[in-house]
């Protein structure tokens, strides 16, 4: 039986996302000119500036606020050893069914389980084919020739180049563990079914985080890592009760994992996985000794008192999908609100807004400039004071229609503050200030705008109607 839907599954529908996202020139489908490519999205002028805000903001968190992290930019191309040495070649798969009758391919671990045991498919009752195993790296060719020993993959996760980088990094940063390195990168997964817009493509990117620990520590470092990110996600605002748990069972566990988590996100269509929390163990650095021959110990200087002075490091994984998080960052903000009630039983005519609440640290527009009138040398000052705070935020201006309408149409990028040059403000000096969420103004000084928008960006606080 499914779930009644909350509030905000019902205002926020995959549907209306997906369509607000193409208007806005968030996210375009990709090729869309011939009919599209599955699996992979475009990224317009508002959806770049939204997917480079959060990338910025995780990388200021993992590496700016983190002392004991640096990152790294690794090749999507790697030595084809190193998916051996992983395990991806042999061990990354998906389990497949097709429906005989209806065609429809599935993940055999997404259907029900009764379908599975019946053979039956879940959208037409037709026979099902055999599970059959299918790796979900691309592999394509180097060079000229197109052969076996030319085969190459497009990395289906970042944290290989990782590894294969952690000596590097320990030699030319002297680091010391615990130590984490992190690297935001595309990553390809030959996809077996992509649904749900850009919540699952063959095409997208990760923002990960893999921390270096004495064997030991593990566990506790595991618990902290868990703790640590969910506490950013409140850090970005982000609705805490639309996050939860999931523990990976024996059955779920990843070749090389020990212990995962992943925080799951109340998407319009449900729980669905946001981010995975694995303690790897000394599965990979182990596993890279032994096929490059080279030896990936750690030596520790500073000899832990009851540790070894040699040991491969366990490693805890933070892993979250940074197109992923686009998308929850736009389903978590999506609002509708009616700003006005004009009284009649039936709700006719009522005026509503579409606005999205995001953290103005995220925002692709943080201040849009919007002149009163285009005369009378209001376009001017206001050209003039976007040009001034140009420097330090992402501006937008705005001349086109009624006022109100402008403000809606920021309020449906997301823009946090709006100012507004008016008469007054040639006679003054003083301008409007407008916040999305409360729709409040207050008259500022030109002169204290870019101080006031700063201090307001700083104490942020969401709030959810
Ligand atoms: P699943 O079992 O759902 O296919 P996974 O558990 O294999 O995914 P991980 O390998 O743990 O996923 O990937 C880490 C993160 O990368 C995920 O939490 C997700 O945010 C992101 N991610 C993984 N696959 C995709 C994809 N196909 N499209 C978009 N993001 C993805």
């Known amino acids: 039986m499914s779930e009644p839907l909350t509030e905000y599954q019902g205002k926020a529908t995959m549907e209306k996302i997906t369509s607000l996202a193409k ?128 085969t190459i993959y497009l990395r289906p996760e970042t944290a290989q180049g990782i590894y294969v980088n952690y000596k590097n990094i320990i030699q030319s940063n002297r680091m010391k563990i615990p130590f984490g390195i992190a690297q935001i990168g595309k990553a390809f997964r030959n996809e077996i079914v992509t649904k749900n817009f850009i919540f699952r493509t063959c095409e997208f990117e990760q923002m990960e985080m893999q921390y270096f620990v004495q064997p030991g520590t593990d566990e506790e470092w595991f618990n902290e890592w868990r703790k640590r990110r969910r506490a950013y996600y409140e850090k970005i605002g982000i609705r805490m009760d639309h996050l939860r748990w999931h523990q990976h069972g024996p059955q779920e566990l990843a070749h090389y994992a020990k212990d995962a988590y992943d925080i799951e996100y109340l998407f319009p269509m449900g729980w669905k996985e946001l981010e995975g929390i694995h303690n790897r163990s000394n599965y990979d650095l182990t596993r890279h000794t032994e096929y490059s021959g080279r030896d990936l110990q750690y030596i520790d200087q500073d000899k832990h008192p009851g540790g070894t002075s040699r040991f491969i490091p366990f490693i805890i994984e933070t892993s979250a999908g940074l197109t992923r998080t686009l998308l929850m960052v736009l389903c978590d903000a999506y609002d509708e609100e009616k700003v006005a009630d004009k009284g009649n039983a039936e709700g006719s005519g009522d005026d509503w807004r579409t606005v999205l609440r995001f953290h103005p640290n995220l925002a692709p527009i943080t201040v849009a400039v919007l002149p009163l009138m285009k005369k009378d040398g209001l376009a001017e000052l206001a050209q003039d004071i976007r040009n001034e705070l140009k420097e330090d935020f992402a501006t937008d201006y705005d001349q086109a229609g009624a006022i109100g309408r402008r403000y809606r149409r920021q309020d449906e990028a997301g823009t946090p503050f709006c100012i507004t040059v008016d008469y007054e403000s040639k006679d003054t000096g003083t301008v409007t200030l407008r916040f999305r969420d409360s729709m409040e103004q207050v008259r500022v000084s030109r002169r204290a705008l870019a101080e006031r928008i700063r201090s307001e960006i700083k104490g942020y606080t969401p709030r959810r109607v």
């Not at 968030?26 to 990224?43: P, R």
């Not at 209806?102 to 037409?124: S, V, W």
């Open 23 to 150: 208007r806005r020139g968030f996210v375009f489908q990709s090729s869309e000119i011939y009919g599209g490519q599955s699996g992979a999205w475009d990224y317009g002028p508002l959806g770049i500036e939204l997917k480079n805000r959060i990338a910025q903001n995780w990388w200021k968190e993992m590496t700016q606020l983190n002392d004991s992290i640096v990152g790294l930019d690794a090749a999507i191309l790697m030595h084809p050893r190193v998916w051996e040495a992983s395990g991806h070649v042999e061990n990354f798969t998906d389990p497949l069914v097709d429906c005989k009758q209806c065609k429809t391919r599935f993940r055999a671990d997404q259907i029900p389980e009764a379908n599975l045991a019946g053979k039956k498919c879940p959208e037409c009752g037709g026979a099902l084919t055999d599970t059959r195993k299918f790796n979900l790296m691309f592999k394509t060719h180097i060079g000229p020739v197109e052969d076996g020993a030319n």
